[in-house]
């Protein structure tokens, strides 16, 4: 393709708002859809087209980005006389970057085979949070034929610093599964050793400074520590997402035993019940060190 595809949006919220912004600073013709309108009136503002329905916002668009809280609302955003699949042009390019498991990937991946034969379907959730989108700086895991679907090039582009190739369509969301894995490990054993540091007599900053320089010394754990201290979680990944994504993990663990993610996930569930899950994810930190954690 020789210029630039058309793009549409659907699913606003922190990541696919940042994908929308980059993709209207960066030139691309852009259409945006939220179930909340309003969530893309400063997109319209900077020249984002406003559609009212999936259907009506990806028609005649090369590529369609769905970036949707879990499968059950992105499965009805692509199905029925309104929806996205409805719309889409003939061999358009359907990118769906939500984290929403194995088992609702696949439904996208048979639904859109069955109602759409003629479209090329990538599965490419991606690696990073917020302030990361807003700079295009996340990391796309891609998974889908790569060839039938070059026009997707560009758009990566213009919202990624890279992007993982893994294979056919539903592999990226598998190995996303094991990315926030790890990730979400790393944040529960940072705020439980930032919270045995305190009742020692040590801050987060000794801390940092004796992990700093070090293999340990992780940019992204460094960020939440720095949460911790100041006690502010404006959220990046908010809990009650990363907890959806570690009980999405148990879910597609099969017979594998993951001990510390089902107390992990046992854990953030009850600090979601105690009202921190609009806040960052390292808000776990406070919440262990309440006594209602104890």
Not at 76 to 105: H, P, R, Y
Not at 141 to 153: H, K
Not at 238 to 246: E, F, N, S, V
Not at 254 to 273: C, F, H, Y
Request: cysteine-free; charged content about 20%; proline content about 3%.
């Amino acid at each position: 393709m020789s210029q630039q595809p058309t793009v549409a949006v659907l699913g606003l919220g922190a990541m696919g708002h940042a994908f929308a912004a980059n993709l209207v600073k960066k030139g691309f013709t852009t259409r945006v859809w939220n179930r909340t309108a309003s969530r893309g009136d400063a997109l319209v503002k900077a020249g984002a087209v406003a559609g009212k329905t999936p259907r009506e916002t990806v028609e005649g668009v090369d590529v369609v980005i769905t970036m949707l809280s879990d499968g059950e609302t992105t499965l009805a955003v692509f199905n029925g006389e309104d929806g996205l699949l409805a719309g889409l042009k003939q061999g358009g390019i359907v990118v769906q970057m939500g984290t929403l498991g194995v088992e609702a990937t696949e439904q996208l991946i048979e639904l859109t085979k069955k109602q759409r034969p003629d479209a090329v379907f990538f599965d490419a959730p991606v690696s990073g949070t917020k302030a990361p989108a807003e700079q295009a700086q996340i990391v796309v895991l891609a998974s889908g034929d790569r060839e039938a679907g070059a026009a997707v090039e560009p758009v990566f582009g213009a919202i990624s610093k890279g992007v993982k190739w893994l294979g056919e369509a539903g592999r990226a969301s598998k190995m996303k599964l094991v990315v926030n894995a790890w990730l979400i490990s790393m944040v529960e054993g940072i705020a439980e050793s930032a919270q045995l540091a305190e009742e020692l007599g040590f801050t987060t900053d000794d801390l940092w400074n004796v992990l700093d320089g070090g293999p340990l010394a992780v940019p992204y754990i460094k960020g939440k520590m720095e949460m911790f201290k100041t006690d502010d979680y404006t959220p990046q990944m908010q809990l009650t997402w990363a907890l959806k994504d570690i009980n999405l993990a148990l879910k597609a663990s099969g017979s594998r035993k993951l001990p510390v993610m089902k107390n992990i996930s046992e854990t953030w569930q009850k600090a979601v019940d105690a009202g921190y899950g609009d806040n960052d994810l390292s808000v776990v930190y406070r919440y262990l060190g309440t006594k209602k954690a104890k």
